[in-house]
Structures are given as structure tokens and as C-alpha cells.
């Protein structure tokens, strides 16, 4: 695919803050990389389990308590949860100091805000690894059912919850999207990058961003059963979501398929660290 010179121009304007708060940046780049190591286990179990080796469809409390189990396997958990601050911490930078420019008005307080939950919900998922680290877990009480069943005992419970899950079925659309159009390459300093690096950026990105786009907006589908029939049981999260691939016919193939596509988000996660326009402290 083809840059034009107003993107390159864009990414050269980004990158003029990159000369400040190296630490920030670099703790960010770890963070991306955690983010993408998280996906790309979960990818791998359920890959395992689509082939019949053992592994399982699970999210990232039982990813991370599966590895737990293995050798070093705690210590892993350790770099994934403090990884996982480091992209709290520039998540929660995009969302206040706004180094993206996406602005005050409705479309850049929506990103915003975005932002500032994606920050919440892996300050969570960091919490879990580091408890489970240090064996401080008590199980999944943060899970999706758990969450539901607690929204239902609220006023307006049900139309809180189906809010919910229509803006995860929007974000995976929206995920899809960016993925199927490639838009995501805009996010690299490709003039960095030689071609086979470009090369696998654009594979991972791709393929990975339409299975986590899938995958998203089958775990907002769920929420919005719930709102409707008031029962949290019909919430699920990644596993749900998996495991609901695995109940259809050819149901080992599409999980195979869906496995795949969120070991290449990992993939693309990973990239991000590296090669992202990571502005910061310049005007």
C-alpha cells in the first residue's frame, strides 16, 4: 500500500515531541509489547486447545493462571503486569495531556475517553497478573458475569449494561474496519521500518485487528443479551466468545482461525512498541 506525502508529513509531525520524557515513552513501548504478549498466550492456548493438545478457550485470568503453573512462570507474570502500567500510563497520557491533538470537540472527546477506559480496564488486567504473581488472587471475581450481575442491581442496570455492549460491538466494528482498510500502518514510523518489517506489520496488523474485531463484537452481543433478558449468565469475554466459535459447525476450524488472528494481534501489539508514533512534550 502506498503512503502519501501528507501522511508522511502527519508522521513527522507527531514524531516532534519524541526528543522529551524518553522514560515515558519507552515504558509505553514496554507496555504495548505486554499488551501484545497477553493476546498472543491467549492466542496460543486457544490454538492448543483447537487442535486437541490441551490447551484451553479462556481470557486473561485464566491465561494468566495457566501460566502461573509453568516454570518461571510467575516472574513472566510480573514483566506482563508492570508492562501493562507502562501502557496504563501512556493510555491515560493520550486521554488528559492529548499528545495525538484529537481535540476538544465530540469526535476527540469520544477517542479520549476511550482512551481513558482502555486505561482502566488494563490497569485491571495488570492488577490480576501481579495478584496472581504474588498469589494474592481470589479467583475471577472480576469477570464478566460477576460485573453483570452487579449493573442488573442497579437503577437502570439493564440499559447500562446494553450500553455497554453496544459500544464493544462498536469498537470491534470499528477494529475490523481499521484492520480490513489497513489504516493501522498510519500509526508506525514506516520510514523506519525496512520491508519485510512493513511486510509483517501489515499481515499481523490486518489479520489480527478483524479476528479481535470479530471477537469484540461477539463479547458486546452477549452484554446486550443480558440487558435484555436480565440474566448475567449470558455475559462472556474472550473465552465466551471462543467458546462460542468452538459450538458452531466446523467449529475447530474457526477457532483455529479466531486463535490465530489474536496470536497475530499479539504479533501486530508487539510491532507497535517499536515502530508507533509516540509523541510527547512537544509543541
Known amino acids: 500500500m502506498e503512503y502519501s506525502a501528507k501522511a508522511e508529513a502527519k508522521a513527522k509531525a507527531n514524531d516532534a515531541g519524541e526528543e522529551t520524557k524518553p522514560w515515558i515513552r519507552r515504558f509505553g513501548r514496554f507496555g504495548y509489547m505486554a499488551k501484545g504478549l ?64 484529537k481535540g476538544k470537540k465530540t469526535k476527540g472527546i469520544l477517542v479520549r475517553t476511550g482512551y481513558a477506559v482502555s486505561a482502566v480496564v488494563y490497569g485491571a488486567i495488570a492488577y490480576k497478573a501481579i495478584s496472581i504473581a504474588m498469589h494474592a488472587s481470589s479467583g475471577g471475581g472480576g469477570s464478566e458475569k460477576t460485573i453483570s450481575a452487579k449493573l442488573l442491581q442497579q437503577p437502570f442496570g439493564q440499559w447500562i449494561i446494553g450500553l ?42 490486518k489479520s489480527g485487528l478483524i479476528a479481535r474485531g470479530i471477537v469484540l463484537a461477539m463479547i458486546g452481543y452477549f452484554f446486550i443479551q443480558t440487558a435484555i433478558t436480565a440474566n448475567p449468565e449470558q455475559s462472556k469475554g474472550i473465552d465466551g466468545a471462543l467458546a462460542e466459535l468452538a459450538s458452531k459447525p466446523y467449529g475447530g476450524w474457526m477457532l483455529g482461525l479466531a486463535a490465530a ?21 512537544g509543541k
Not at 61 to 75: C, D, H, R
Not at 261 to 278: K, N
Request: charged share 20%; hydrophobic share 45%; glycine share 16%.
Open 164 to 205: 455497554v455492549g453496544a459500544i464493544i460491538i462498536g469498537y470491534g466494528l470499528y477494529e475490523l474496519y481499521n484492520g480490513y482498510t489497513e489504516r493501522f500502518m498510519n500509526k508506525f514510523r514506516v520510514s523506519e521500518m525496512n520491508e519485510h518489517e512493513r511486510k509483517v506489520a501489515r499481515k499481523s496488523g
Open 261 to 281: 488472528g489474536l496470536m497475530l494481534y499479539g504479533i501486530y501489539e508487539m510491532i507497535r512498541g517499536r515502530y508507533e508514533h509516540m509523541s510527547f512534550g
Open 38 to 101: 497477553v493476546y498472543f498466550l491467549i492466542g496460543v492456548l486457544a490454538l492448543l486447545a483447537a487442535l486437541g493438545l490441551g490447551g484451553k478457550m479462556t481470557g486473561t485470568s485464566g491465561m494468566f493462571e495457566t501460566v502461573a503453573g509453568k516454570p518461571f512462570g510467575e516472574i513472566l507474570l510480573w514483566v506482563i503486569g508492570i508492562g501493562l502500567i507502562g501502557y496504563v500510563l501512556w493510555e491515560l497520557i493520550k486521554a488528559i495531556l492529548d499528545p495525538e491533538r
